[in-house]
């Protein structure tokens, strides 16, 4: 039967570790239909680990329990104009989940929105965080500046480790200043080959596009943020530069195109459906879709200029991952049986494997956390 732990301290959590496990290392749970399904007869449970310690707006600091909601941070930064520049999505409505998740779960699983192809990832905005390892050491690493580290970079070593390497307690993001404005060029598209050609000569274009998609049915989308002049001097210049018919979307209808495709809402997934997440080099984004497309049904959504492939289809994992060369697919979502049987991340090379075995040695080396989450055999 399964038992549930609640420490309310570090010292309590360090405690647990070294005397228990292994665990399922859980925040309020809203990820645990992602990854290898756990079966470790103890639930970790870091809910005490929440709330907001400091929040520095003039600095640029954010720092929180790892179990505090997104619910609680978005909109305080909201309010102080303020964002977490990669756009952390919201996968309750694909999940089954009540609310987005925890600090410490967008950590762990390191899933950006669409303004990654600007903003950069997960990773390249924490800046430090309080956790217990493995072997129950509790330990800090990083610090409140941006500019803090001289040997390992520990911290962002934790954006998609999957809870695997330790129990974070708490996290310190560097947030933004959010745009004055945005707009949204939708320009129609014949083809996925024309869609990322569309998206990768705006991408080299002046115009500073933050975000590009193609949403089939809909088009291929442009988002420029920014100050209301600038925004409107480089729409002009991109669509003089595309020479494209295009419709133009304001602000608010911009906001809910782009909440569409970070949340995939406009995946339009149907709920037996299984989702890929696929990464590839986005020129061979209308290869790939087109070989899955051939063999069955599916529904696709590109982001990150065509670097990011969204697939809900009842494809086989031979399917899929045959229909790529260089890049790496994860299983999204799928039925707890589904999910033992196939590798739900990519299967790395062996030096890789050899190396991801090692990190997870040093951490926990008796497999205390999150036990054969992302491998098998890790």
Known sequence: METTVSPR?????A?????????????HGSKQSLGRANN???????????????????????EAGAATPLSEILPLLEEREQMLAFDPPDYSHLLGGAHAGSLGGMLATGFAGPRRLKAGGVRDHVLGMSAVSGRGEIFKAGARVVKNVTGYDVPKLMAGSWGTLVAITSV???????PETEQTILIPTSSYDDAVR????????????SCAAHVPGQGTVLRLEGIDVSVA???????????????????????KIWSSIR???????????????????????????????EKCDARFLFDWAGGLIWVATPASEAIVRGAFTQGHAMLFRAPPDMRNAVPVFQPQAPALFALTKRVKASMDPLG?????????QV
């Open 233 to 255: 001097a480089r729409r002009d210049n991109l669509l003089k530069s595309l020479a494209r018919p295009a419709d133009v979307l304001a602000h608010g209808p911009s906001q």
């Open 172 to 178: 310190t993001f560097k947030v933004l200043p959010r």
């Open 263 to 293: 949340d995939l809402h406009a995946l339009n997934a149907r709920p037996e459906d299984v989702i890929w997440r696929i990464s590839v080099p986005p020129m061979d984004a209308p290869h790939v879709a087109h070989r899955i497309a």
């Open 198 to 209: 569309v998206m990768s000569d705006a991408m080299q274009s002046s115009a500073e596009v």
């Open 40 to 62: 470790a007869a103890s639930v970790l449970s870091l809910k005490a680990f929440a709330g907001i310690a400091i929040y520095e707006p003039e600095e640029l600091i954010l």
């Open 368 to 376: 205390k956390l999150n036990r054969a989450r992302m491998y098998e």
């Open 9 to 13: 301290t570090p010292i309590e959590l």
């Open 15 to 27: 405690e647990a570790i070294a005397t228990g496990g292994p665990f399922d290392v859980q925040g």
